[in-house]
């Protein structure tokens, strides 16, 4: 059985930071693109960053460009977001997602809150 487990999430003061952890169970991560996702109360979940399978590309989210930092360690089936400068906008549920051409997998999330 497959399972992401995203931890990590909590209460911060805007200017913060936090490290959102993925880890993978029942699947080998090496195999997929990993990305970060965020859902906000009221709004739809949108992409915040993605890194490819040997973590050669990564992309950002224009909101997050210079504050967030993804990353992976495939030898620990795991994949990281570092968050900086957090602001409130950044309040949301973070999902982590592996995917390859054939199939896709999501995590239950993490709940980040920014606020003072």
């Known amino acids: 059985q497959v399972q992401l487990v995203e931890s990590g999430g909590g209460l911060v003061q805007p200017g913060g930071s936090l490290r959102l952890s993925c880890a993978a169970s029942g699947v080998t991560l090496s195999n997929y693109a990993m990305s970060w996702h965020r859902q906000a109360p009221g709004k739809e979940r949108e992409s915040v960053a993605r890194?490819?399978?040997?973590?050669?590309?990564?992309i950002y989210a224009d909101s997050v460009k210079g504050r967030f930092s993804i990353s992976r360690d495939n030898a620990k089936n795991m994949v990281y977001l570092q968050m900086n400068s957090l602001k409130p906008e950044d309040t949301a549920v973070y999902y982590c997602?592996?995917?390859?051409?054939?199939?896709?997998?999501w995590g239950l999330g993490t709940e980040v809150t920014v606020s003072s």
């Open positions: 890194i490819t399978s040997d973590g050669g590309s990564i």
């Open positions: 997602k592996a995917q390859n051409w054939l199939r896709a997998y």
